[in-house]
């Protein structure tokens, strides 16, 4: 017999105060995000606790939405261990000393990872005059500076993006990513990578997205000195961010 429409016999009711499918809520802050905007924290079989940037281990896993600093704040003071217990149901939770440094490092290790996927897939060139070219003639979606890149390249290229149209993708110039050229060179398998310009309006927002997180957790006040990654590659207020599948 098919069941009738209304009839909710047989189905789960969404508790009280739950937040919406597809958000989890930060255990120190309570407020709520998206997944891909929250950074997961997994139970090990030992009861270490361990990032889990892409969501993918197995388990419980317990959500955080705050920065370093309210990190390792609510870490020393024991909040953190309390919020993680309740989450996990189990008072047998062991928090490295370095879980923040931890954190910091796997969210700056999948940014460079997205660069070289996007290297791989063709989406990604580098070399100063490839990508002015390429910024010039209006290609460029997004386009990265390492930390150590001389100020007049910068100049250089940022000019020709705008000639580009950065303005109309929501950008006035290019991001300075939070590495320098030796890690940029070896993230990509290349050598000298100074500058990055994305040519695909979807590969730009999963760039833009994974540097995001990594620098909302080094500092949530701070932005990279460029246009807020977290506007659109295609002008801003039309965000559409990479999401990794995952467990909740």
Partial sequence: MRKPRNDTRGTLAKPAGAPPSGERTCILSRRTGTRDSLVRL?????????PDVRARADGRGAWIGVGRTALDEAQAKGRLKGALSRAFKTGEVRLPAD?????????????????????????????????ETAARSGKVHLLIHASDAGEDGRKRLDAAWRVGG?????????????????ILSMALGRENVVHIALTDAAAARRVAHAIARWQAFIDPDAGLDGASVEESADGPGSVDVYEDEGNS
């Fill in 166 to 182: 950065s303005l109309d993708r929501g950008f006035s110039r290019g991001l300075v990513f939070p590495v320098d050229r030796t």
């Fill in 99 to 131: 879980l923040g440094e931890r954190i910091e490092t796997a969210l700056r290790q999948s940014a460079l990872d997205r660069l070289g996927l996007e290297a791989r897939g063709g989406t990604l060139l580098h070399g100063s005059e490839r990508v």
């Fill in 42 to 50: 997994a139970l090990g079989p030992d009861g270490e606790v361990a």
